[in-house]
């Protein structure tokens, strides 16, 4: 299983919307109807508005620093470090043996 395979498949069992319920995010629902705002999570920031989340990604309107649920997982459980937010989403969705997952993160480390 290539890493964007794996990337897919935890894109495919969790999203944006449904870490702004895990983490507690304070959020405001846009005008589009299709995106939220919120206190930056990148950085120290006072602004209410300056992140954006939609169901699939992310936007700093502040940092300019975007991603996916990956790199939100990331932002919000281990200060950025896409590695370990990686590792514990393949834990925490039941993604593959404990074996499986050291293959995996090993392929994710070589393609970023």
Not at 10 to 27: A, G, P, Q, W, Y
Not at 32 to 55: A, C, L, V
Not at 70 to 98: C, E, P, Q, V
């Amino acid at each position: 299983m290539k890493q964007s395979r794996t990337s897919e498949l935890i894109k495919s069992k969790i999203n944006c919307f449904d870490l702004i319920d895990e983490f507690n995010l304070e959020v405001t629902k846009c005008s589009d109807g299709e995106s939220y705002r919120t206190y930056s999570f990148t950085h120290d920031g006072h602004n209410p508005t300056s992140m954006q989340i939609w169901k699939d990604s992310w936007f700093c309107h502040s940092s300019k620093i975007s991603g996916d649920v990956i790199s939100m997982y990331a932002w919000l459980k281990f200060n950025g470090d896409n590695s370990l937010a990686f590792k514990d989403l393949m834990h925490k969705l039941g993604i593959g043996t404990d074996n499986e997952q050291n293959e995996e993160l090993k392929m994710y480390l070589d393609d970023v």
